[in-house]
């Protein structure tokens, strides 16, 4: 598989389609992703203001992926400095990894504090380079005031059931500040109707690169084919999804049901 570095390359390459580029930042995401690859994605497309068509601003696709190189820089270097202390580790015996263990060692279903895996769109707003500096301080030891992920000091918290406990959030990027008391990984935040679909294709952003004002009350993702506007939803029962079709008046042309079952 290329490096990071071969596909940050592919995004700054103007020769490529702006299909092919966008691909790239999402591989570049699947490579090094601090807040998980869809809360990445979702803060990238708010910091770097990537619109809802890539078209309207294409250096959207460049600030967004310089935003995580810079901060791929630092994880490096601190991951190759983990790296030595743990072979001097080994050296003397101790070859169990002592916790906590570093940030980017946890999986996601380790990540019982974060919130952002259950909502993509519930992150720190921080930049992902400040948001690795702080991490990285954490684990040196240092005591930052403020919740761990974001900063936030003062905020009201949130405070959410899990059937049998109570976890308060921060209200700024939904930390679990005070997890639930069981020790368990529980969701953190109530059901949220968001699409995956509809995020990847910037249905929270407009095409100046401001977010959607409306989001997320329509997050059904459309695509101009021609003459009309292709919309798809997923139906209220059954199988398959509903793809609709709308004239540029407003008026419907058609609508299908498409299967999925694999032929």
């Not at 103007?14 to 803060?43: E, K, Q």
Request: proline content about 8%.
């Amino acid at each position: 598989m290329p490096s990071f570095l071969t596909h940050r390359a592919r995004v700054h390459d103007t020769r490529l389609s702006l299909h092919r580029r966008h691909s790239a930042l999402r591989t570049c995401l699947t490579l090094f992703a601090p807040y998980g690859l869809r809360a990445t994605y979702h803060h990238l497309t708010l910091s770097a203001a990537i619109p809802r068509r890539l078209e309207a601003d294409p250096g959207a696709l460049v600030r967004a992926v310089e935003e995580v190189h810079e901060a791929r820089v630092l994880w490096l270097a601190r991951a190759e400095e983990y790296a030595v202390q743990r072979r001097a580790e080994k050296r003397t015996g101790r070859r169990a990894v002592p916790e906590p263990r570093p940030w980017w060692l946890r999986s996601w279903w380790e990540g019982s504090d974060r919130a952002w895996y259950d909502d993509p769109s519930r992150h720190p707003s921080l930049r992902l380079s400040d948001y690795v500096r702080r991490q990285n301080a954490l684990l040196d030891g240092a005591e930052l005031p403020g919740c761990p992920a974001c900063g936030e000091e003062e905020g009201p918290l949130e405070r959410h059931s899990t059937g049998h406990g109570r976890v308060e959030l921060c209200g700024r990027c939904a930390w679990a500040r005070n997890p639930c008391p069981c020790g368990r990984g529980h969701r953190l935040v109530p059901q949220t109707p968001y699409r995956w679909d509809a995020i990847w294709h910037r249905a929270h952003m407009n095409d100046d690169g401001m977010p959607n004002p409306h989001w997320p009350a329509d997050q059904s993702p459309c695509r101009d084919v021609g003459h009309m506007t292709v919309r798809t939803s997923a139906p209220k029962s059954g199988f398959g999804k509903r793809v609709s079709a709308f004239r540029k008046d407003g008026s419907q042309r058609s609508a299908l049901r498409v299967s999925k079952y694999k032929c």
